[in-house]
Nanobody, 123 residues
Framework: VQLQASGGGLVQAGGSLRLSCATSGRTFSRHTMGWFRQAPGKEREFVAAISWSGGSTSYVDSEKGRFTISRDNAKNMVYLQMNSLKPEDTAVYYC?????????????????WGQGTLVTVSS
């Protein structure tokens, strides 16, 4: 499975961005998909995940209600809609794929990673 994230950019606080993750590989629809982020000087942290069917999602508590993860298995795409962005959301955002459960929040449980897309939120 190969992943490529896009959609990052510079946005003002309170604004929105939609990140996309294009995937390749015949087994995409079997994978849990997740979004992680890494701010400068910090460890990579879990943001959201979605089950292989799209029927179940998981979010870090601080993002519930602001971020929405979705997927389109027919297009091999995963999305992260981010609303009401805050300066502390500034980070490189990565999409990742796992054969594990959608409740997995540990980066080491994800087998494939995209290259990341930078999101910068100005105050």
């Amino acid at each position: 499975v190969q992943l490529q994230a896009s959609g990052g950019g510079l946005v003002q606080a309170g604004g929105s961005l939609r990140l996309s993750c294009a995937t390749s590989g015949r087994t995409f629809s079997r994978h849990t998909m997740g979004w992680f982020r890494q701010a400068p000087g910090k460890e990579r942290e879990f943001v959201a995940a979605i089950s292989w069917s799209g029927g179940s999602t998981s979010y870090v508590d601080s993002e519930k209600g602001r971020f929405t993860i979705s997927r389109d298995n027919a297009k091999n795409m995963v999305y992260l809609q981010m609303n009401s962005l805050k300066p502390e959301d500034t980070a490189v955002y990565y999409c990742a794929a796992s054969l594990g459960d959608y409740r997995s929040r540990v980066p080491s449980l994800y087998d494939y990673w995209g290259q990341g897309t930078l999101v910068t939120v100005s105050s």
